[in-house]
């Protein structure tokens, strides 16, 4: 298997600018999680899905952070607008449900976004 | 509602040496697991070790342990015979086996590895 995949590994946008970050789970995992990562706040969970349902997206920053799961090979995380304290390293990861066998996540390479 | 917390930012260790990172939790659910992943300079997140709150022995992999003390609330990464390659970020997580299974993170503890 290749893993979680996120596109783009690195996008530097404007102020302003709408942003989509994109993730590809392990094929067979039904729970998926998108994070956050900075230096101030460490990693921080924004939203998770179950069988492509939202579950909790108690971490998602404000109403410009949107987050969807169409099918079970693909997520988005949208920004819009973007602004420059949005800079961060963006994880997608994905693991089986809990009561199925270990749950531990496995992580994508991350996006790193600079909004200037 | 779910806590984790790592109170050491940063840990020196001496090549080939063992080391514990601290790790204690916080959870009303009876069912959870407890997880270490290690964070190197490039970036990825590597996962090392699990440990279920129903599991009699603690968990094992190679040269990494978990010390689970279910009444303390800890799970403590142990690393025998430390390498320079173990120089890191390492992150303790927590899940709930309820609502859903939310995966939380500790702030993270940097470890350094001297020769």
């Known amino acids: 298997d290749a893993g979680v995949i996120q596109s783009p590994r690195h996008e530097v946008t404007e102020m302003g600018q709408e942003v989509t970050l994109r993730c590809k789970p392990i094929?067979?995992?039904?729970?998926l999680f998108w994070y956050r990562q900075t230096m101030m706040r460490g990693l921080e969970l924004l939203i998770y899905?179950?069988?492509?349902?939202?579950?909790?997206d108690s971490g998602m920053p404000e109403d410009r952070f949107s987050a969807k799961m169409p099918n079970a090979s693909f997520s988005t995380l949208k920004i819009q607008p973007s602004e420059p304290r949005d800079s961060a390293v963006y994880f997608c990861?994905?693991?089986?449900?809990?009561?199925?066998?270990?749950?531990?996540?496995?992580f994508g390479q991350g996006t790193r976004l600079t909004v200037v | 509602a779910q806590k984790i917390t790592q109170t050491q930012p940063g840990m020196f260790v001496q090549e080939k040496e063992a080391v514990t990172l601290d790790c204690t939790y916080d959870?009303?659910?009876?069912?959870?697991?407890l997880f270490w992943y290690k964070q190197p300079s490039s970036g990825e997140m590597i996962f090392l070790i699990y440990?279920?709150?129903?599991?009699?022995q603690n968990a094992t992999e190679g040269r990494y342990s978990l010390n689970f003390q279910k009444a303390r609330k800890s799970a403590n990464l142990v690393i025998s015979a430390s390498q320079l390659g173990d120089s890191a970020m390492y992150f303790c997580?927590?899940?709930?086996?309820?609502?859903?299974?939310?995966?939380?993170f500790g702030q993270g503890t940097e470890l350094s590895v001297k020769p």
């Open positions: 959870t009303s659910d009876p069912s959870y697991g």
């Open positions: 990861a994905s693991s089986f449900q809990p009561g199925q066998s270990h749950t531990e996540a496995f």
């Open positions: 440990q279920g709150s129903y599991d009699q």
């Open positions: 899905f179950n069988n492509n349902v939202p579950i909790d």
């Open positions: 997580a927590m899940r709930d086996d309820a609502g859903g299974g939310k995966l939380i």
């Open positions: 094929s067979g995992h039904n729970s």
